[in-house]
């Protein structure tokens, strides 16, 4: 957190001198460095919009981004309402009755034996 304040900071004071100075300082290898972590450097780069003829003919993939993203967030929606909160994980684990038992909370499957001790 120390970084992204002394870098916004470092990089913020650099903007307000001229333009060849402000240049002058990031060029440098740790001025890269510094700016990097700058919240407002990243901010302009982050909502810059690149209009280029290869970007054109990737924009289909940003639709797939969008709808794959919308699926994740439905289909953990979804799972978190099918499986609910367990009260009990000491009996949902130990429960020896199942063929195969799920641990709720890391949703991982567990086998237990199939052969059971005859008395």
Avoid at 27 to 45: C, D, H, K, Q
Avoid at 54 to 60: D, F, G, N, T, Y
Avoid at 84 to 106: H, I, L, S
Wanted: with cysteine; aromatic share 12%; charged share 30%.
């Amino acid at each position: 957190m120390a970084l992204v304040i002394f870098g916004s900071v470092y990089e913020g004071m650099a903007r307000y001198k001229d333009k060849s100075e402000y240049q002058r300082i990031i060029s440098t290898y740790w001025g890269r460095v510094i700016a990097a972590f700058s919240i407002l450097r990243n901010w302009e780069r982050f909502v810059m919009v690149k209009t280029s003829r290869e970007v054109e003919k990737l924009r289909c993939l940003q639709g797939v981004r969008f709808y794959n993203t919308i699926l994740v967030i439905f289909c953990h929606t979804s799972l978190s309402f099918l499986m609910g909160p367990v009260a009990n994980t000491k009996y949902t684990e130990t429960d020896e009755k199942k063929e195969e038992k799920v641990n709720y909370p890391n949703l991982q499957l567990h086998n237990i034996k199939k052969e059971r001790i005859k008395k």
